[in-house]
């Protein structure tokens, strides 16, 4: 593509397509509102605001540190807002007591970086764990359970190994397997492709837009990965520094990194970040903000002002 982008109508967060922020006409399963998270006064999100539709796909996504695996825990309730609010399948999860929280975190799964699999327990204990600890079933039905659900990932015939026999590939199947085991609505991925090749990470992303599709489950997906992106994401939230710098359809996003250099340079400086971000181009607004910095001033600390009369 050449020249300027096709480009949605609307303001930063989202086009006219279907409903607002660029999503489908369609119930917000998740609502996040005005949300601000500090550590020791730093503000790492500074009021994010975002819709999540029933049955799609949204992907997180933006440079190191600017606030997405924070907005994450805070939408799985491991970490608590200093303001704003965020309503999950009916329920304000900033004002919900520790055992409302308990009930709604039954309803969504989560797929850990690093699958997270208890290393003293087997394939088919690890995916047993969450039925065991949430549910009443007796063992024959709950072993049934995990047959089927290390079927779906094609591990069945791996059940009785152990994580450290596993490849790397091989860990985050189980580690879905587990994060389905409740059959849940919503499913939260953090960075699902990490540290694996491109092979493994192209079936990784098949087998969740397979899963969470065919039973019409919610996926939040971390990720900087912008293969794995662009093909399981129906929208996509792009972060910077703690802020939403846009919201819109796959379209819009894959629309914009196709512009070329002489197109890009008439673009709104948000959207040329979002450009060089998407196209991993070494120069650009990202980089020019890094280097802003005086290399003097980092190494010897700013200089003192200057006395009177000096």
């Known amino acids: 593509m050449t020249g300027n982008h096709a480009q949605p109508e609307g303001g930063p967060h989202g086009g006219p397509?279907?409903?607002?922020?660029?999503?489908?006409?369609?119930?917000?399963?998740?609502?996040?509102?005005?949300?601000?998270?500090?550590?020791?006064?730093?503000?790492?999100?500074?009021?994010?605001?975002?819709?999540?539709?029933?049955?799609?796909?949204?992907v997180i996504m933006g440079a190191s540190g600017c606030g997405k695996s924070t907005l994450l825990r805070c939408m799985i309730g491991a970490q608590r807002p200093e303001a704003g609010s965020i309503d999950?399948?009916?329920?304000?999860?900033?004002?919900?007591?520790?055992?409302?929280?308990?009930?709604v975190k039954k309803r969504f799964g989560i797929l850990f970086q690093s699958g997270a699999l208890y290393n003293s327990m087997t394939v088919a204990q690890n995916v047993a764990?969450?039925?065991?600890?949430?549910?009443?079933?007796?063992?024959?039905?709950?072993?049934?359970?995990?047959?089927?659900?290390?079927?779906?990932?094609?591990?069945?015939?791996?059940a009785d190994k152990f994580?450290?026999?596993?490849?790397?590939?091989?860990?985050?199947?189980?580690?879905?397997?587990r994060a389905m085991a409740l059959d849940p609505?919503?499913?939260?991925?953090?960075?699902?492709?990490?540290?694996?090749?491109?092979?493994?990470?192209?079936?990784?992303?098949?087998l969740i837009m397979g899963l969470t599709r065919g039973l019409g489950v919610t996926s939040i997906v971390v990720t900087h990965e912008m293969d794995s992106a662009f093909a399981?994401?129906?929208?996509?939230?792009?972060?910077?520094?703690?802020?939403v710098l846009r919201i819109d359809r796959r379209e819009w996003f894959d629309n914009l990194r196709h512009v070329d250099d002489a197109g890009a340079e008439a673009l709104p400086e948000s959207e040329q970040i979002i450009r060089q971000f998407l196209r991993g181009d070494a120069s650009?607004?990202?980089?020019?903000?890094?280097?802003?910095?005086s290399y003097a001033d980092d190494l010897l600390g700013p200089k003192p002002p200057a006395r009177p009369g000096a």
Do not use: W
């Open 163 to 177: 994580p450290s026999q596993l490849s790397g590939g091989m860990k985050k199947r189980a580690g879905l397997a």
């Open 284 to 293: 650009g607004p990202i980089t020019r903000r890094r280097d802003a910095g």
């Open 17 to 58: 397509q279907g409903g607002p922020q660029g999503g489908p006409a369609g119930e917000a399963v998740i609502r996040v509102r005005g949300l601000v998270k500090r550590f020791e006064g730093r503000a790492v999100l500074e009021g994010i605001d975002l819709d999540v539709y029933r049955g799609e796909t949204l």
């Open 232 to 243: 399981i994401a129906d929208r996509m939230v792009m972060l910077d520094k703690g802020r």
């Open 88 to 103: 999950m399948l009916g329920r304000n999860l900033c004002k919900a007591s520790e055992a409302q929280l308990e009930e």
């Open 129 to 158: 764990l969450p039925l065991q600890e949430h549910t009443d079933l007796d063992h024959a039905t709950i072993e049934t359970i995990v047959k089927i659900k290390l079927e779906q990932v094609a591990l069945r015939e791996h």
């Open 185 to 206: 609505q919503v499913l939260f991925c953090d960075e699902p492709s990490a540290g694996l090749d491109p092979v493994t990470s192209a079936e990784i992303d098949r």
